[in-house]
């Protein structure tokens, strides 16, 4: 069975500081993996998403991920935060090649300071 | 391109009312949608899964006679809260897909959500 866990359930960083957001994974499968980003009372955007292609996956607004097999992680990362970053960010895992069965992890709240 | 259109996007109404919130593909057709309902501070769980034309396929413990879902066309799904009653309050998510199954590759588009808060 898949699984997902956020290892912080809130990040806080300065703005203009380095943004990491930790996601480890289980799964039976080769699986894909997403980050998605949800702004106060919003519905979830697509941040970026692997299938097995390149490891490092580069996503919109300079957000980036790296797939690393070994130890079973795909932390989100972005070299420096910006105040409209300020949101709930989820870790989701699904089956190979799907996207129909989604897992989501409980999410990171990131604060960003001025 | 791929925008879901959820409405309303905030509900306030008395126990024991029905609540229905309108879920539209606007610019592709949706084989299939899912519903999803997240508590404060918790993450999104599956409700059910849609089929254009079928009965909804609902999660364990999902009480489908509480939340009915109609596919009706493939570009609007509703989901009607029968009876609600304070523990429905919630935030509810739609998302549509052009995929023809579950288990699709397609990706999932997201609707803005709906604030349900019942009194």
């Known amino acids: 069975a898949q699984s997902v866990t956020q290892l912080d359930s809130h990040v806080s960083v300065s703005e203009g500081t380095p943004v990491l957001l930790r996601c480890n994974y289980s799964?039976?499968?080769?699986?894909?993996l997403f980050w998605y980003v949800q702004h106060p009372n919003k519905g979830l955007q697509l941040l970026l998403k692997?299938?097995?292609?390149?490891?490092l996956v580069k996503g919109i607004n300079g957000f980036e991920a790296e797939f690393k097999k070994s130890e079973t992680s795909f932390h989100l990362t972005k070299p420096s935060a910006h105040m409209s970053d300020a949101a709930e960010y989820f870790c989701?895992?699904?089956?190979?090649?799907?996207?129909?069965?989604?897992?989501f992890g409980k999410g990171t709240k990131l604060s960003v300071k001025p | 391109g791929a925008v879901v259109s959820q409405h309303p996007s905030r509900v306030i109404c008395k126990s024991g009312t029905s609540v229905k919130i309108e879920c539209r593909s606007l610019?592709?057709?949706?084989?299939?949608m899912f519903w999803y309902r997240q508590f404060p501070k918790k993450s999104l769980m599956l409700m059910a899964t849609?089929?254009?034309?079928?009965?909804?396929?609902?999660e364990q413990g999902v009480e489908k006679d509480k939340f009915l879902i109609n596919h009706a066309s493939l570009t609007l799904s509703t989901l009607t809260v029968t009876s609600a009653h304070p523990e429905d309050s919630s935030f509810y998510i739609c998302?549509?897909?052009?995929?023809?199954?579950?288990?699709?590759?397609?990706?999932?588009?997201f609707g803005d959500g709906t604030r349900l808060s019942i009194l």
């Open positions: 998302s549509a897909t052009t995929g023809e199954r579950r288990y699709s590759n397609q990706p999932q588009h």
């Open positions: 799964s039976s499968y080769s699986p894909s």
């Open positions: 692997y299938t097995s292609a390149a490891t």
């Open positions: 989701v895992v699904s089956d190979t090649g799907s996207q129909g069965n989604l897992i």
């Open positions: 610019d592709f057709q949706a084989t299939t």
């Open positions: 849609s089929n254009e034309g079928s009965k909804a396929t609902y």
